[in-house]
């Protein structure tokens, strides 16, 4: 992220591959069907009342990788199962509604609560579902290989409450090298309920803008959001790179000093774009 460099031709081939293919084939039918990103049909057994559910909640208890805040939490029940996602959002049909993070429960699923299943490819009791990590994206090459997921109270019916707990590993294909990191969180939704996350959280990746802009624009693009900077090294999708390159309140890539709050903020807006 050096500031003195001159951006010169820019080499969109060698951007790692940001979307994607046969591999999530069967994540962008469920995303399809679903309603992942937002508009479409409404699934069966949501409401789409403007009533709040307070009881609602995800929290994020621990993120090595870098996700945005979830603004909008909604669930479905349908013929495909049932569905939990953490988006950004100002209502469940808003068109340009962004998942975060979903939970997949199977049709007929059966959980028992104070069970710990494995996810991914970790060993002992396989959750009957999926846990997805979009963040914001249409689709990526985020994939949860392995932790566990338990719960605490689960119905599989409209108006039942499912809570529980996960500490996920993801894998980034993102990125050659196939880095991991651990994303844990905690959920408490009523199935076929939506809500606002109330407060609304701010958006970690617009306060990171201006920390691009002064430290990082001068030699780097970042996706969409910075495109037109024709030949620097794109940092998209890059935000895991972070915390190696800079230790809160200590001059760190290229000199640059940036406090822990900036350093969170700046890997959320990589990982977004």
């Known amino acids: 992220m050096n500031s003195t460099t001159t951006k010169t031709n820019k080499d969109h081939g060698s951007r790692p591959p940001r979307i994607a293919t046969a591999a999530l084939g069967l994540t962008l039918i469920l995303l399809a069907a679903c309603g992942g990103g937002g508009g479409g049909t409404t699934p069966t057994g949501i409401n789409t009342s403007n009533d709040q559910v307070a009881s609602n909640s995800y929290a994020v208890t621990s993120d090595q990788y870098g996700l945005e805040k979830a603004t909008y939490l909604s669930s479905s029940v349908s013929n495909l199962g049932i569905v939990f996602r953490a988006g950004i959002a100002t209502s469940l049909n808003d068109p340009d509604y962004k998942t975060i993070s979903r939970i997949d429960f199977a049709p007929g699923t059966s959980v028992a609560t104070q069970t710990s299943y494995a996810l991914g490819n970790a060993g002992g009791t396989p959750f009957p579902g999926n846990l997805y990590f979009l963040?914001?994206?249409?689709?990526?090459?985020?994939?949860?290989?392995?932790?566990?997921?338990?719960?605490?109270?689960?119905?599989?019916?409209?108006?039942?409450?499912?809570?529980?707990?996960?500490?996920?590993?993801?894998?980034?294909?993102?990125?050659?090298?196939?880095?991991?990191?651990?994303?844990?969180?905690?959920?408490?939704?009523?199935?076929?309920?939506?809500?606002?996350?109330?407060?609304?959280?701010?958006?970690?990746?617009?306060?990171?803008?201006?920390?691009?802009?002064?430290?990082?624009?001068?030699?780097?693009?970042?996706?969409?959001?910075?495109?037109?900077?024709?030949?620097?090294?794109?940092?998209?999708?890059?935000?895991?790179?972070?915390?190696?390159?800079?230790?809160?309140?200590?001059?760190?890539?290229?000199?640059?000093?940036?406090?822990?709050?900036?350093?969170?903020?700046?890997?959320?807006?990589?990982?977004?774009?």
């Not at 024709?230 to 390159?245: H, M, N, T, Y």
């Open 135 to 273: 963040n914001g994206h249409p689709s990526t090459l985020l994939r949860t290989v392995g932790g566990t997921i338990s719960f605490t109270r689960y119905g599989g019916n409209s108006g039942d409450r499912i809570s529980g707990s996960y500490s996920a590993i993801v894998e980034d294909d993102n990125d050659p090298a196939k880095p991991t990191y651990t994303i844990a969180a905690g959920f408490d939704f009523v199935v076929g309920t939506s809500s606002a996350v109330l407060p609304a959280p701010g958006s970690l990746a617009l306060a990171a803008q201006p920390v691009y802009q002064a430290q990082c624009a001068a030699c780097h693009s970042l996706g969409s959001f910075d495109a037109s900077a024709a030949g620097a090294p794109d940092l998209a999708l890059r935000g895991g790179e972070v915390p190696a390159k800079y230790l809160a309140g200590q001059p760190g890539h290229q000199g640059i000093m940036l406090s822990a709050a900036q350093i969170n903020a700046l890997q959320v807006l990589l990982n977004t774009n």
